[in-house]
């Protein structure tokens, strides 16, 4: 159900993806689902319905939502894909076992929505009922590498998202940037990652990358702070990458 990411215009000599212009009707209705009235005073800043339109989910499609946090991407996935469509919501048992402040709230939104289904497994064991069209990530893919997530080496992630993805779906990234060449060095003391590493991974994992969105840049960020300083929350430098299963 994801669309041929082939519509998604690239900006001439370089890998930016173009926002469009319009939403779609499935996400543009999804955003307006009374049921995020809190939740739209954060679009202005996170961009969320503009950055899953740029993986063209259509209704009936399958999501994974990786560490879906407070339910943000959730919310907008499930009135996407609509009824016809399903959304797992995945927690790593790893991950549970240290903050568990928002699985449990997280558990409780979901079950208001019908096609929305948490599932809880091993970091290094990522898998659904069903071959999905999109795997989405939000400020996460730098936790595996760190000693609580196993750790988890992020081959084996990107691997096992690849094996749970239909031929020619989607694997969409989004993270705090890391100082360039600094690889996974900062993942457990800033909470960041360098995209280049990260680019490189998932490209060694057989997906093509299909380009980048600068909805969450921020130039001001200089990449050396925590991304938990009171200076740069919520507005750190984030890379949106998306990637694709060849079909």
């Not at 790593?92 to 079950?111: F, H, I, M, W």
């Not at 893919?141 to 031929?167: C, I, Q, R, S």
């Not at 840049?217 to 750190?236: E, L, W, Y």
Request: glycine share 8%; hydrophobic share 45%; proline share 8%.
């Amino acid at each position: 159900m994801i669309k041929s990411l082939a519509a998604l215009a690239l900006l001439a000599g370089s890998a930016a993806i173009a926002a469009a212009p319009k939403l779609p009707a499935n996400i543009a209705h999804a955003a307006a689902d009374p049921a995020r009235k809190d939740d739209m005073a954060k679009d202005a800043t996170r961009h969320g319905p503009e950055i899953i339109a740029l993986a063209s989910v259509k209704p009936g499609a399958r999501v994974i939502d990786l560490i879906p946090g407070g339910g943000y991407w959730t919310r907008l996935f499930s009135g996407a894909v609509g009824a016809s469509g399903h959304v797992y919501g995945i927690w790593p048992s790893e991950y549970v076992k240290v903050d568990d402040d928002e699985p449990g709230p997280y558990k409780t939104l979901a079950a208001t929505y019908p096609n929305v289904t948490v599932l809880e497994q091993p970091a290094a064991q990522l898998a659904a009922p069903e071959k999905v069209d999109l795997v989405f990530t939000a400020q996460n893919y730098h936790d595996y590498p760190d000693k609580f997530m196993g750790p988890t080496d992020p081959a084996v992630l990107n691997k096992a998202v690849y094996e749970a993805l239909k031929p020619g779906g989607a694997y969409l990234i989004v993270d705090h940037v890391a100082a360039a060449g600094s690889g996974m060095r900062d993942t457990d003391t800033l909470h960041r990652i360098d995209p280049a590493i990260v680019k490189t991974q998932v490209e060694k994992a057989g997906f093509r990358f299909v380009g980048a969105s600068k909805l969450l840049a921020n130039p001001a960020d200089d990449h050396s702070k925590k991304v938990f300083d009171k200076t740069i929350r919520g507005h750190t430098d984030q890379f949106v990458y998306l990637f694709r299963k060849p079909a």
